[in-house]
Nanobody, 115 residues
Framework: QVQVVESGGGSVQPGGSLQLSCVVS????????MGWYRQAPGQRREFIAR???????EYKDSVEGRFIISRNNAIKAVTLQMNRLKPEDTAVYYC?????????WGKGVQVTVSS
């Protein structure tokens, strides 16, 4: 059974930093894409960042320059370093992993940015 487990959420003041981590287990297939989405209350889930197996990454415009995504292919893990956080970054953050045939999602972690 494939498991996608996120960790690292929490509360932080504006301008602070948090690091989210995600590990995928129970799958032998290569993970072509790994990344993060988020969903704020009353809003649709939105793309935040993703990284290909070869390291090529992509970001939502509003987080580029503040967030950094990285992955460890050997342990099927992806990390999202979030810096200079803003109140509008408050959301549940979801990790996903894509084999190009199917995608797997975590249950999400809460990130709250508030003074």
């Amino acid at each position: 059974q494939v498991q996608v487990v996120e960790s690292g959420g929490g509360s932080v003041q504006p301008g602070g930093s948090l690091q989210l981590s995600c590990v995928v287990s129970g799958i032998d297939a290569e993970l072509w894409l790994m990344g993060w989405y988020r969903q704020a209350p009353g809003q649709r889930r939105e793309f935040i960042a993703r990284v290909r197996r070869d390291g090529l990454d992509e970001y939502k415009d509003s987080v580029e320059g503040r967030f950094i995504i990285s992955r460890n292919n050997a342990i099927k893990a992806v990390t999202l370093q979030m810096n200079r956080l803003k109140p509008e970054d408050t959301a549940v953050y979801y990790c996903y992993a894509d084999t190009a045939r199917e995608a797997f999602w975590g249950k999400g972690v809460q990130v709250t940015v508030s003074s």
